[in-house]
């Protein structure tokens, strides 16, 4: 891993420690741009590891570690990298993905590394985060929360201080979202085994 200093153009080395096989996603720079973020992880997806790293020095630290007996992600871990953080706009907070409890589920944190608390919690696997609307509290993410309907996917949206879930599409079937700039509006994608693709602003 390497960051580019803008003054003198001379590649940083960045410091990612001695341990052996070690793989790196980088995932682009903190909200005030003083340090590049990207996740570290072994050959067998066994730990990953959010770090910052300072693209003066190269030093990294650790923000945020995860370890399993198993692994995390596994093969779907390329696609599935960029959707373990997202920063709360206009903050240094921000969302991690994690399946620590069994179920995917999002976490708040700031960037020194402390656990703000959970923000969704139950027997259901958190997707995607869609959208965050900072002033309203709220975050939007993608859901299988239908123990019913295992292979159905739907929007939900909470509060940034947990509380109540509430579902926000209806039907069969998977719901993928795309929202406004303004989180007012969102493009809604859904399709089922039975009903063709559609689309609905």
Not at 6 to 34: E, M
Not at 103 to 122: E, F, I, M, P
């Amino acid at each position: 891993v390497q960051a580019i200093q803008k003054k003198s153009d001379i590649p940083v080395r960045i410091d990612t420690g001695d341990r052996p096989d070690q793989s790196f996603h980088i995932l682009g720079w903190t909200p005030n741009g003083l340090e590049a973020l990207y996740l570290a992880r072994d050959r067998y997806s066994q730990w990953v590891e959010l770090r910052a790293a300072d693209p003066a020095t190269g030093r990294s630290r650790v923000v945020v570690s995860e370890r399993r007996d198993t692994f995390i992600e596994g093969l779907r871990f390329s696609e599935a990298a960029d959707r373990f953080l997202t920063f709360v706009p206009g903050t240094d907070r921000f969302l991690w993905l994690s399946d620590r409890d069994e179920w995917y589920h999002l976490y708040l944190y700031d960037l020194s590394g402390r656990l703000l608390g959970q923000v969704t919690k139950g027997r259901f696997p958190v997707y995607s985060v869609d959208a965050i609307d900072p002033k309203a509290g709220v975050v939007y993410f993608t859901a299988q929360g239908d123990s019913t309907q295992p292979y159905d996917a739907h929007l939900y949206r909470t509060g940034l201080s947990a509380g109540p879930v509430v579902r926000q599409t209806e039907g069969r079937g998977l719901h993928l979202t795309r929202f406004a700039p303004t989180r007012t509006h969102f493009l809604l994608t859904s399709s089922s085994v039975t009903t063709p693709t559609r689309t609905e602003l």
